[in-house]
């Protein structure tokens, strides 16, 4: 792990600006793939939380809670066929 050990090495406030615009840019990029024409969105935005929280508290929070609501959305349940209704 020398490269875990080299960016330790790097102070704090020189990491957390680096970790913001890398992360920022992610974020931004999968913001913009949103309304202009290009796919893979969320991995885009997933990837900037996961650069975020590499180094503030704030997004780690963020990105447990998107976690568990990415859980939650199962895309298999959408297009599940539901058994019909028995009319009574």
Same mark, same amino acid.
């Given at each position: 792990m020398p490269l875990r050990k080299a960016w330790k090495s790097?102070?704090?406030p020189a990491r957390q600006l680096? /970790?913001?615009?890398i992360g920022g840019t992610l974020i931004v990029v999968g913001? &913009? &793939?949103?309304v202009l024409p290009g796919p893979f969105t969320l991995p885009f935005?997933?990837?900037g939380l996961v650069v975020l929280a590499a180094e503030f508290v704030w997004a780690e929070r963020v990105l447990e809670r998107t976690k568990h609501h990415a *859980? #939650?959305?199962?895309?298999r349940k959408l297009f599940? #066929? *539901?058994?019909?209704?028995?009319? /009574?």
């Open positions: 790097v102070p704090k680096i /970790s913001l615009v913001g &913009l &793939l949103i935005v997933f990837a *859980k #939650k959305a199962d895309p599940k #066929k *539901k058994p019909p209704r028995e009319n /009574s």
